[in-house]
């Protein structure tokens, strides 16, 4: 698996929230393919954003952090240019960075959206139990899914408002209604007991007249 550690700027910044990860090179001029892990793009990839970098420690690019000159969509699939990655070599380089940011400190909040900061750390209660913390937060185009820690191992649940329908990160809970089966093991059905065997000794009845011997 490729990880890396946290850069100890973004570390030290609770702010600090994920917003994106270059995947590939695109094209010979240094554009490089990116996975949104934002809903608003065109807030945050404007020309001038500034971003930290998640990379390992052997990266020509650890410590360092990347402005953005333009975002372009190239069949729906969003593709960056950035400031000093000039070639397709300075752009293979960066596959797989992770890019962090902060937001400005005058960014209203807004209802019902968090970042993983405020996340992760959470107790997740279920029926007012807790049952786990959630120890990561994973973007997918398709939905959010929270890894929480459980005495029996890590948990993914889908960060949907039907599994999830309270967060409350003032009070440091999260409270979950999963399905059957997501956080505990389904009991499986019991055999219904064999009928009892009888002898025909048992069952028929005895005979009379002549046979009775």
């Known amino acids: 698996m490729w990880w890396t550690p946290i850069p100890e700027d973004i570390v030290r910044d609770p702010a600090a929230f994920r917003v994106g990860r270059l995947t590939k090179a695109h094209g010979l001029k240094g554009a490089v393919k990116l996975e949104l892990f934002t809903d608003d793009p065109d807030k945050r990839f404007v020309p001038g954003a500034e971003f930290s970098l998640q990379v390992p420690d052997t990266s020509p690019w650890h410590g360092r952090s990347l402005t953005l000159t333009e975002l ?5 699939h969003p593709v960056g240019f950035f400031e000093g990655v000039a070639d397709r070599t300075a752009a293979e380089s960066l596959a797989k960075a992770i890019l962090w940011m902060t937001p400005p400190a005058d960014e209203p909040a807004e209802p019902d ?5 405020q996340l992760v750390g959470l107790k997740v209660l279920r029926d007012g139990v807790e049952v786990g913390t959630v120890a990561l937060v ?6 959010d899914l929270l890894h929480v820690d459980t005495p029996s191992g890590t948990v993914l649940v889908p960060f949907v408002q039907a ?3 309270s967060v409350d990160v003032e009070a440091g809970t999260l409270v979950v209604t999963p399905p059957i089966g997501l956080f505990e093991e389904i009991p499986e059905e019991q ?3 064999a009928a009892a065997v009888t002898s025909d000794a048992e069952t028929d009845p005895a005979p009379e007249g002549d046979d009775a011997r």
């Open 191 to 193: 055999p219904a007991p």
């Open 163 to 165: 599994i999830v329908p």
């Open 113 to 117: 959206a968090w970042y993983d900061h």
């Open 72 to 76: 372009r969509w190239y069949n729906s």
């Open 138 to 143: 994973d973007h997918f185009p398709a939905q």
